[in-house]
T-cell receptor, first 110, second 113 residues
Framework: GQQVMQIPQYQHVQEGEDFTTYCNSS?????IQWYKQRPGGHPVFLIQ?????EVKKQKRLTFQFGEAKKNSSLHITATQTTDVGTYFC??????????FGTGTRLTIIP | DAGITQSPRHKVTETGTPVTLRCHQT?????MYWYRQDPGHGLRLIHY???????DKGEVSDGYSVSRSKTEDFLLTLESATSSQTSVYFC????????????FGEGSRLTVL
């Protein structure tokens, strides 16, 4: 079946350090989305990547979509306590459904 | 945030009892989804709807049924709850081929004893 794998499952970083989470799909994606879920909250949309090799930035967050449209990454530069939460990638295989990765839970050590 | 309301927000029930979770949206989105979230599994799609009375199964649909009699309401029913259905359930709405993003409700935490 169509799966989206995400690593690592957990990441603990010192405040100010960088953070990266990776997603990999078993098959080519139509597009990929990223969501953030704060502790006790619900997932909130961050961004969508559509084009092969696309790179998008939102302040300290950099999102990349692989050339083969099978992998993606989210990189946070100089983490802050407000970055705490679980980050999910979600792959779209060309239909009206999203397949979510298992998420990476980011904790920040002050 | 989009106008998505889930009810109840918390429920404790016993094995074998029926449970219905409700999702109500005010955004007039065509598509509605039910996901469950469990540690180590992320968000898994249970069922989704692409219009009134039009529904389809997701990857973990066994033991669940859904109904959509109005655009704004999407019901998830556990006919006979089991302990393995203890989870946090999220409703989402959106039109992926249009705006691209999904909007999530606040979640319903279900505990089956």
């Amino acid at each position: 079946g169509q799966q989206v794998m995400q690593i690592p499952q957990y990441q603990h970083v010192q405040e100010g350090e960088d953070f990266t989470t990776y997603c990999n799909s078993s098959t080519t994606l139509s597009n990929i989305q990223w969501y953030k879920q704060r502790p006790g909250g619900h997932p909130v949309f961050l961004i969508q990547l559509v084009k092969s090799g696309e790179v998008k930035k939102q302040k300290r967050l950099t999102f990349q979509f692989g050339e083969a449209k099978k992998n993606s990454s989210l990189h946070i530069t100089a983490t802050q306590t407000t970055d705490v939460g679980t980050y999910f990638c979600a792959g779209n295989f060309g239909n009206e459904k999203l397949t979510f990765g298992t998420g990476t839970r980011l904790t920040i050590i002050p | 945030d989009a106008g998505i309301t889930q009810s109840p927000r918390h429920k404790v029930t016993e094995t074998g009892t029926p449970v219905t979770l409700r999702c109500h949206q005010t955004e007039n989105h065509r598509y509605m989804y039910w996901y469950r979230q469990d540690p180590g599994h992320g968000l898994r799609l249970i069922h989704y709807s692409y219009g009134v009375k039009d529904t389809d199964k997701g990857e973990v649909s066994d033991g669940y049924s859904v109904s959509r009699s109005k655009t704004e309401d999407f019901l998830l029913t556990l006919e006979s709850a089991t302990s393995s259905q203890t989870s946090v359930y999220f409703c989402a709405t959106g039109q992926l081929t249009n705006t691209g993003e999904l909007f999530f409700g606040e979640g319903s935490r279900l505990t089956v004893l």
